[in-house]
């Protein structure tokens, strides 16, 4: 028998839902309006039952010079944000910290894994920061520790194209390896605490992270290479490794990772990372408002619903449930950080 969606809304109430990206930020929307624009605002995120958003910075993000001054420009961006790469990061975090001081209660930026277990036993939406690239500090290894204590718990080391720290999947880029800058970058996120996003690091690059002993390690979006789609998917290899280092991998909604525009192509990709890296290693990494189209059926963050409809035809509850957040929820548990630090 066919699932309803109220159905469906109603165990998204009770689960802890999480999806680990959304670019929403740069957009220099109100996200404490519900609004017909884009994928993702804090009222669209509590109707559908988004217990934990991470919300990612781009300060660069395109693979020509000047694409995003030009970009932050038409969005509206006071000038002084736009000065700079770091002066992007920090405008962008100071944006969230604000819409969560207006949002009365209801979000918070969080960043311990005790404050994320209270939001969700008192109804609060947790918002995680990343950063895409660290082309964001500017080459100053101590702005690591300024990001985090702003609040920023993941960063990926490079975007959509080669930067100082190192090699970018995007095509022609030449799979370049970490430079010693990123070496040094690297080291200062382990030592504070940060997690390593690895979904924009080239093969050279992303082995580079995999060999440091206690890096913490994930995918905030991503297609599976087994599953066919994309360019910068990830292999069953580099699958395992993260599984085994207690990371987890957000399946990306975006066709042009998938192999295809359909619901069930997201639930392919879902499956063969499952198969790969077991129950507790995949989650969802949708790519919201990140300038690609989503499937067909899936206008913003409000169509989720039938994402779970999908999953929950094959597999059982229990096990979706961990899909669709339970294991982001472990793994931000134990990753954000603890009270003391």
């Known amino acids: 028998m066919a699932l309803k969606t109220s159905d469906v809304l109603e165990l998204h109430q009770r689960w802890c839902i999480a999806d680990s990206h959304a670019d929403s ?21 509590r109707e559908v039952g988004m217990k934990l958003q991470c919300f990612t ?56 894994g005790r404050a994320l277990e209270e939001n969700l036993a008192q109804g609060r939406l947790s918002a995680v920061l990343g950063i895409e690239g660290a082309h ?26 080669n930067n100082e720290a190192g090699g970018s999947s995007f095509p022609l880029m030449g799979n370049r390896p970490l430079s010693p800058l990123g070496h ?25 992270i995999l060999a440091h002993p206690t890096a913490r390690i994930f995918s905030s979006h991503t297609g599976v290479r087994g599953a066919g789609g994309g ?10 490794r993260i599984a085994e280092r207690g990371g987890v991998v957000g399946i990306i909604l975006a066709p042009v990772y998938l ?19 077991g129950e507790e290693g995949v989650g969802i990494g949708s790519d919201y408002d990140g300038m690609v189209a989503l499937p067909k059926g899936i206008r913003d963050v ?35 950080g603890s009270d003391a630090g």
């Open 25 to 45: 930020l740069m957009w220099n929307r109100d996200l404490c309006e519900r609004s017909s624009e884009g994928h993702v605002d804090f009222p669209r995120l």
């Open 57 to 112: 910075i781009v300060t660069r993000g395109f693979p020509f010079i000047g694409g995003f001054e030009a970009f932050a420009v038409w969005r509206g961006w006071p000038r002084e944000a736009r000065e700079s790469e770091w002066t992007r990061a920090v405008w962008q975090v100071d944006r969230l910290a604000e819409f969560c001081r207006r949002s009365n209660g209801q979000v918070r930026i969080t960043i311990t």
């Open 184 to 208: 040094s970058v690297l080291e200062e996120m382990a030592r504070v605490g940060m997690s390593v996003d690895v979904a924009h690091a080239s093969e050279q690059t992303l082995e580079d």
């Open 302 to 336: 409000t169509d989720l619903p039938k994402l779970t409809e999908a999953l929950l035809r094959r597999h059982p509850e229990a096990l979706v449930e961990r899909i669709l957040g339970g294991n982001f929820r472990r793994y931000f548990r134990e990753t954000l």
């Open 259 to 277: 192999g295809g525009d359909a619901i069930d192509d997201v639930v392919r990709h879902i499956e063969h990372a499952l198969g790969v890296m």
């Open 136 to 161: 964001a500090i500017e080459g100053q290894v101590e702005r690591v520790a300024q990001l985090y204590e702003r609040g920023v718990r993941f960063m990926g080391l490079t975007h959509l194209s």
């Open 231 to 240: 360019w910068r998917n990830l292999s069953d290899e580099v699958l395992r």
